[in-house]
């Protein structure tokens, strides 16, 4: 599956900033999917995560209570809607999916996603 993020841009701290993810001309609807971020000189790491049903999500300690993530299957997207941003959030983020059989689990890590999008860089000034 392609994927396809859009959204990102730069925003002074404080700011919020929502970011999607489609699918080229497919559905998500079996796919559980994520978020990541990869910042100058860092290793990818894990934002937030939600079940192939979107019913369940996990969020990385540093984003939790500021960042949510939904997945509409309607719409064929995956959200990201970022708020309370830092400059410690600079990055470009990353879209992920894993085909899905069963509707609970959630991952989060880099090595359980097969598919990935090209990356939207995200640029909070001071």
């Known amino acids: 599956v392609e994927l396809v993020e859009s959204g990102g841009g730069l925003v002074q701290t404080g700011d919020s900033l929502r970011l999607s993810c489609a699918a080229s001309?497919?559905?998500?609807?079996?796919?559980?999917l994520a978020w990541f971020r990869q910042a100058p000189g860092k290793r990818r790491e894990f934002v937030a995560a939600?079940?192939?049903?979107?019913?369940?999500?996990s969020y990385a300690d540093s984003v939790k209570g500021r960042f949510t993530i939904s997945k509409d299957n309607a719409k064929r997207a995956m959200f990201l809607q970022m708020g309370g941003l830092t400059p410690e959030d600079t990055a470009v983020y990353y879209c992920?999916?894993?085909?899905?059989?069963?509707?609970?689990?959630?991952?989060?890590?880099?090595?359980?996603?097969?598919?990935w999008g090209q990356g939207t860089q995200v640029t909070v000034s001071a």
């Open positions: 939600v079940n192939r049903d979107g019913g369940r999500t």
């Open positions: 992920a999916a894993r085909a899905s059989t069963d509707s609970i689990p959630i991952y989060i890590t880099v090595a359980d996603y097969a598919y």
């Open positions: 001309g497919r559905t998500l609807s079996p796919y559980a």
